[in-house]
C-alpha cells in the first residue's frame, strides 16, 4: 500500500502525526508536504496528491487542510480522483463503503490528531461495497469524460 500525503499550515499538525502512523503500519508513504508551518496554499499541495492518485503512481491520497474542505474541492479537479472531506466515523466509513474515495480529505482544526488516526484507518479498512454503488460510480465517469472534452 501506498499513499501520497499532503497539507497546508492548517493540516501540518495533523499530516505530521499521520506520516508517523500510517509507516508504523508499514504503509510506503509519500510525503509531498508542506513541510513546516508556514502560511502556504492549499490548491499546490492537493494537485500534488491528486496527480499522483489520478495517474495511478499510488493507491489512494490523504490531504488536511484547516477544514478539508479546500483539498477535497481542488482534488475533485483531477480525473478518477474521489476526494471525500469526512467529519465523523461514519462519513469515513460511507466515503470507502459507497463512494470508493481515493483521497480522504480531513480538517486540521476541527479535530484532535488521534481521532484523525481513527477516520483514517475506517477509510483504509472499510471495503468498497460495489453492486448499485458501482452504477454511479460509473455516471461519475461519465460525467467526468464528458467534462474534460
Ligand atoms: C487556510 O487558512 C484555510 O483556508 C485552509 O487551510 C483550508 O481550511 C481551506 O479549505
Known sequence: MRLAVASDHGGYEVKQTLIEYLKKQKIEVIDLGTNGPDSVDYPDFASEVAEQVSRGFVDGGVLACGTGIGMCIVANKFKNVRAAVVFDEYTA??????????????????????????????????????????????KISEIEKKNLK
Do not use: D, F
Not at 474515495?101 to 471495503?127: D, S
Open 93 to 138: 466509513r460511507m466515503s470507502k463503503e459507497h463512494n470508493n474515495a481515493n483521497v480522504l480529505c480531513l480538517g486540521g482544526r476541527i479535530r484532535q490528531t488521534e481521532e484523525a488516526k481513527k477516520l483514517v484507518t475506517i477509510w483504509l479498512t472499510t471495503p468498497y461495497a460495489g453492486g448499485r454503488h458501482a452504477r454511479r460510480l460509473t
